[in-house]
């Protein structure tokens, strides 16, 4: 769903022309509070908000993903939410045309674009030179029957024998990420590494991640998973059960749903499945942080800083300044990233 555009506030930063003008990209791992500052950020610059959640996708999964109501929004234009039946398998490679032509479309209007979201891979792929390998279902079938039979560490194992690059990339107990390697070694004949992203942005951008100390990182997961089922979650499944959530390959895996209709279907108790949901969003959330950690080109700081907001502007602000001053230097240099030394807490 997209907002209706917002006119931009007196006091934005007044761009160029679009070709200066950066892709503010606010990354990290769940429940840090990449929407608030996202919205933040874009009520100060006059920008829209282009998601780079792969579950706020998808239509209807609302509570469960933590998704920004219009309100919360605060009249800020969002991209790329609500554009999938839950019935339908997301592709990366129909994201990343869409986030790019969104970006695109933004940014022809005068105005910044903030993409948000905690999904490394579609992050990477709205961001950098990244071409996506082609898929087979009869393929990627046959090798998901094979890891239903042999397990995750067996597959992976097969996986390093024939890319070791990949496999050292891949975690061992990522079975569907295996599967993915797997099947884009067979169709194309090339290590599934030769196609994995490596930095190199398709326009200038700055990346801002938001980092928690781990105590801090699990009591607000508790706390939002709490929340979800005070909110309503349990219903929201269920009614989405009816317009077929069961039959999403990738939607009825999404955390907090997979746990419910699990509880719905007699396996466990609501208790139990909101207890799973929290281990398991803390164990996602550590995933995503071991992802976010490789890039040497995103500026982390400190989710709960008291002057967050004013640091992710001044970023912003350099981020331009930068590519003023050196338009035809490689938009991955590091002077960027030096920006955050002025930010002595920075995890």
Same mark, same amino acid.
């Given at each position: !769903?997209?907002?209706?555009?917002?006119?931009?506030?007196?006091?934005?930063?007044?761009?160029?022309?679009?070709?200066?003008?950066?892709?503010?990209?606010?990354?990290?791992?769940?429940?840090?509070?990449?929407?608030?500052?996202?919205?933040?950020?874009?009520?100060?610059?006059?920008?829209?908000?282009?998601?780079? /959640? +792969?579950?706020? %996708?998808?239509?209807? !999964?609302?509570?469960?993903?933590?998704?920004?109501?219009?309100?919360?929004?605060?009249?800020?234009?969002?991209?790329?939410?609500?554009?999938?039946?839950?019935?339908?398998?997301?592709?990366?490679?129909?994201?990343?045309?869409?986030?790019?032509?969104?970006?695109?479309?933004? !940014?022809?209007?005068?105005?910044?674009?903030? %993409?948000?979201?905690?999904?490394?891979?579609?992050?990477? +792929?709205?961001?950098?030179?990244? /071409?996506?390998?082609?898929?087979?279902?009869?393929?990627?079938?046959?090798?998901?029957?094979?890891?239903?039979?042999?397990?995750?560490?067996?597959?992976?194992?097969?996986?390093?024998?024939?890319?070791?690059?990949?496999?050292? +990339?891949?975690?061992?107990?990522?079975?569907?990420?295996?599967?993915?390697?797997?099947?884009?070694?067979? %169709?194309?004949?090339?290590?599934?590494?030769?196609? !994995?992203?490596?930095?190199?942005?398709?326009?200038?951008?700055?990346?801002?991640?938001?980092?928690?100390?781990?105590?801090?990182?699990?009591?607000?997961?508790?706390?939002?998973?709490?929340?979800?089922?005070?909110?309503?979650?349990?219903?929201?499944?269920?009614?989405?059960?009816?317009?077929?959530?069961?039959?999403?390959?990738?939607?009825?895996?999404?955390?907090?749903?997979?746990?419910?209709?699990?509880? %719905?279907?007699?396996?466990?108790?609501?208790?139990?499945?909101?207890?799973?949901?929290?281990?398991?969003?803390?164990?996602?959330?550590?995933?995503?942080?071991?992802?976010?950690?490789?890039?040497?080109?995103?500026?982390?700081?400190?989710?709960?800083?008291?002057?967050?907001?004013?640091?992710?502007?001044?970023?912003?602000?350099?981020?331009?300044?930068?590519?003023?001053?050196?338009?035809?230097?490689?938009?991955?240099?590091?002077?960027?990233?030096?920006?955050?030394?002025?930010?002595?807490?920075?995890?």
């Amino acid at each position: !769903m997209n907002d209706s555009p917002a006119p931009g506030p007196a006091g934005a930063l007044p761009p160029t022309t679009p070709a200066e003008v950066p892709v503010i990209a606010v990354v990290g791992p769940t429940a840090t509070g990449k929407s608030d500052l996202a919205v933040a950020l874009a009520v100060r610059l006059g920008a829209e908000a282009v998601n780079a /959640d +792969a579950m706020q %996708l998808y239509r209807g !999964m609302d509570i469960g993903t933590a998704k920004l109501t219009v309100a919360e929004r605060r009249g800020v234009p969002h991209h790329l939410l609500d554009v999938l039946a839950v019935t339908h398998e997301a592709s990366l490679a129909v994201y990343q045309h869409q986030a790019r032509s969104a970006i695109a479309e933004v !940014m022809a209007r005068g105005r910044w674009a903030v %993409l948000v979201g905690g999904s490394g891979l579609y992050v990477r +792929a709205a961001l950098d030179r990244l /071409d996506i390998p082609p898929t087979d279902p009869l393929v990627r079938r046959r090798w998901e029957q094979r890891l239903a039979e042999v397990g995750p560490r067996a597959l992976h194992g097969h996986l390093a024998e024939v890319d070791p690059a990949a496999a050292q +990339a891949i975690l061992p107990g990522n079975g569907r990420r295996i599967v993915r390697a797997l099947e884009v070694v067979e %169709l194309t004949r090339r290590p599934f590494s030769a196609s !994995m992203p490596r930095p190199g942005y398709v326009r200038p951008a700055v990346q801002i991640g938001l980092l928690l100390p781990r105590p801090s990182l699990d009591e607000r997961i508790a706390t939002r998973v709490a929340r979800m089922w005070a909110e309503g979650l349990v219903e929201e499944t269920g009614r989405l059960l009816g317009e077929g959530l069961a039959r999403g390959r990738t939607a009825s895996r999404a955390l907090g749903y997979a746990q419910v209709i699990a509880a %719905l279907a007699g396996r466990c108790s609501q208790d139990e499945a909101a207890s799973a949901t929290v281990m398991a969003t803390r164990r996602f959330a550590r995933r995503q942080e071991s992802w976010f950690r490789r890039d040497p080109r995103i500026v982390w700081l400190p989710a709960d800083a008291p002057d967050l907001i004013d640091r992710a502007l001044a970023l912003a602000h350099g981020a331009v300044a930068h590519h003023q001053h050196h338009p035809d230097l490689d938009q991955n240099h590091p002077d960027l990233a030096n920006l955050a030394r002025t930010f002595p807490d920075v995890p």
